[in-house]
């Protein structure tokens, strides 16, 4: 491990304009840099999936606790999406004035008072409250997280450790809802949120023992019209953009594919909620499988070669689920193998796109996390409302959105090359 170097965050020195920061592409990592666990960074990504995911198996009974209705029961997701794409905005360019670890600290601390709000709710719109802080509080450790591997490695280094950090991270989303059913079954939905304390507040002092602040050096943005400025000038960048949108787009295919999943299968096709349950935790494997392959070979390969292989599979998959859908009688493996390709062309397409976005400019590595997250978020957010309109329960609907957005990831690849 190596030694802990200081960052003068009281007269920062930028580097002279004539030299190249440390990570950027082409520039080996700097050995002196502090570097933390891998198993620190997928717990600090983790936090936001488990948390969002441990609370859904606990609708119904949330509803009759409180005696609301379903839609306003269903807001402790939809706010809590919506939070995290605003928190992954603001921790960003936050994090590039002050450093990763007091935005980690602050956010993991708002995340605990949350947790600890939400577990003592007396009534819904309490709870809605508090888990739309919950996820601001949590989505600090997604954005900090590849924040500090754009610090600490260079950009094909990095583009690996996001794929064994992501392949780790996908433990959370497979046993949260378990552990949320289980939780609810025996203690009631409140034991979630008790779970999500014993998980953040541990996280916070492990963090805070050993993770070093790993930001360059600190860039100067004061007020909200210079956070929005850099915003602008990482989006001037095509090769940014390009990056940006093949991240969006991956996410989207799996957000269409997650939007309109639920409904085909348990009530289109008739098979039960466990049965879709084992499928999705299958799914997730198969993502995790790319991730480990984006570990394994993005350094040696070099992420444009990644992201032409992890690309072409993920148009393959999801033109293959429109192909399943009009050529083979409804069955769920029809409609589940197609998402087998798409994960594993998501897991090699994700961890390289970030990579590539991160370093368009590497000294607001921060701002550049938060950008990507919230596009991310939000289209697939769009995708969901999408394929909301379109699917009727025969599955059509959602592969044809899956095989647009599978398109359009292929389209993105294209300014990537040319950056």
């Known amino acids: ?102 935005l980690l600290m602050g956010g993991l601390a708002l995340y605990a008072v949350a947790s600890l709000g939400a577990a003592m709710a007396g009534g819904i719109g309490w709870l809605v409250i508090a888990r739309a802080f919950q996820a601001m509080g949590a989505c600090a450790g997604v954005v900090l997280a590849r924040a500090v591997i754009r610090d600490v490695w260079a950009r094909d280094q990095a583009a690996s450790v996001l794929g064994y950090v992501t392949m780790g991270m996908t433990i959370a989303p497979m046993l949260a809802p378990l552990l949320g059913s289980y939780l609810d079954q025996t203690l009631g939905w409140r034991a979630s949120m008790w779970a999500c304390l014993v998980f953040g507040l541990p996280l916070a002092l492990v963090a805070w023992k050993r993770l070093p602040e790993t930001l360059p050096a600190p860039q100067p943005l004061p007020g909200l019209f210079a956070i929005l400025a850099a915003y602008r000038s990482l989006w001037a960048i095509p090769v940014f953009r390009a990056y940006a949108a093949l991240t969006a787009c991956a996410t989207g295919v799996f957000f269409a594919f997650l939007g309109g999943a639920p409904y085909v299968v348990v009530q289109g096709m008739g098979y039960t909620p466990v049965q879709f349950a084992i499928g999705f935790a299958a799914i997730s494997v198969f993502f995790a499988a790319g991730n480990w392959l984006a570990g394994v070979l993005s350094k040696r390969l070099g992420i444009l070669r990644m992201l032409s292989v992890g690309t072409m599979i993920t148009v393959v998959g999801s033109i293959g689920a429109v192909v399943g859908q009009l050529a083979f009688p409804p069955h769920i493996l029809v409609f589940f193998v197609p998402m087998v390709l798409v994960g594993v062309g998501n897991g090699m397409t994700q961890p390289n796109a970030i990579a590539g976005a991160l370093s368009a400019k590497p000294q607001l590595a921060g701002t550049a996390s938060s950008l990507v997250g919230a596009l991310q978020m939000g289209f697939g957010a769009l995708m969901t409302f999408v394929v909301g309109l379109v699917e009727y329960g025969a599955g059509i609907g959602t592969a044809l959105t899956m095989a647009a957005t599978g398109s359009a990831c292929w389209l993105a690849l294209r300014g990537a090359r040319r950056g």
Do not use: C, E, H
């Not at 002279?16 to 592409?25: D, F, H, N, Q, V």
């Not at 609708?59 to 009759?64: A, N, Q, T």
């Open 1 to 102: 491990m190596p030694s802990l170097v200081p960052v003068n965050t009281q007269n920062p020195q930028p580097p002279p304009a004539t030299m190249p920061l440390p990570g950027a592409p082409g520039v080996s990592a700097d050995p002196t840099k502090p570097r933390p666990p891998i198993w620190l960074l997928v717990a600090m990504i983790a936090i936001g999936p488990f948390t969002m995911q441990v609370l859904v198996p606990s609708l119904p009974s949330m509803g009759r606790d409180f005696g609301a209705s379903t839609a306003a029961v269903q807001l402790t997701v939809t706010l809590y999406l919506l939070s995290v794409g605003v928190g992954q905005l603001i921790y960003g360019p936050l994090s590039d004035r002050f450093g990763r670890r007091p």
